[in-house]
């Protein structure tokens, strides 16, 4: 489905409920399926989390998620301890492309049976479920942290806990942190120092407690864009963010900053204000939060303003290749780009063609991106559906504020 946002203005004062963060969503119902006791709230209702939740309901021996790499990444280790059990895990083309290697070498390392059903280091996997006896590994913590987070659910699991020696740049930090938090919230005992983690066994469930999942702060990231695109006193309330987030994409609050957006915290909301139009050109590395990587790239490209992003090796093997994909549609839009494999820079520009049709390349993050452009000209997004794999009501969550959206 195609899509055509007119151009837009929104309503001064707005407000937005967000669905719960898919990354704390997709860890918790992982924790939830080996600790029972858990109880979950305001879970994700992205496409991503109900694949998670259906995967592990699931007792068949052929599983599909999709387009969802952490639940890719996660079931693969979740799988490798269900003993006497065979599964073979895949997704969607794409899935078959994004690497798995670097996991499955050190689930082997715990004692992990799994074979590649098709090419080496890339889904189809086949896992037979066994109990893991070994509790040292070390991994290269440089491509994914998604690896990392999937050893460390499954670890308090394991006879012996785990030991895990990083090796190498440490990439995506606050998604390791987020894991072991959430550990922690429900008595897993665990330690990061330099570039150690353990993690304790843990067998026994924990005493039943509520767990209410923070809203997502990736899907925020359009608002944070859609506020430095809109009028000096625009607000936007947005809700249910807590100012001590485990979620690194609140570093919104303080990147915005540059662009105008002031920030507040109000009972459970967030609340976004354009405050002024005083504009500078940008840097950042963006290795602690690569997910809002296109947003920021937008909001410079659409405020006229050069950027310079760095920290970007993990995008290439993210849902399409986001480098090279901001490149073609940004310039498309009469934009100039240049990328490496790890950064990209927006020189400045002040003209935005009109009615441009922007491919998403099955990524929900091109789609919702490029929506705040219809604040200054009209836009179509192609494939607008693809929003579901994060924020299924993305399109009517716009059209609420003031977007004008035709099909
Ligand atoms: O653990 C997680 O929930 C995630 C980790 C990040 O991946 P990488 O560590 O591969 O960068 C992020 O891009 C992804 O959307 C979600
Ligand atoms: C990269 C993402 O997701 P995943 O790796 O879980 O597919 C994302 O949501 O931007």
Redesign the pocket.
Known sequence: MHITLQKSAIAKESSVQITGSK?ES?RLLLLKALYPTIQLENVSNSDDSVLMTEALKSNSNFVDIHHA??AMRFLTAYFSIQEGREVTLTGSKRMTERPVQILVEALKELGAEISYVENEGFPPIKIKGKKLTNNKVSLQANV???YI?ALLLIASKLENGIELTLEGEI??VP?INMTLSLLDEIGVASSFVGNTITVKPNPQAPTPKTLTVESDWSSASYYFSIAALSEVGTKITLSSYKENSLQGDSVLVAIYKHFGVQTSFKNNTVVLEKISTDLKPFSYNLTNA??IAQTIAVTCFALGIACDLTGLH?LKI?ETDRLVALKTEIEKLGGSVKITDKSLHLSASNKIKELVPIATYNDHRMAMAFAPIALKTPIIIEDAEVVSKSYPTFWKDLESIGFKITK
Request: hydrophobic share 0%.
């Open positions: 990354s997709n790499g952490t994914s942290s998604q987070s990439t995506s998604y690569p997910d993990t993210k």
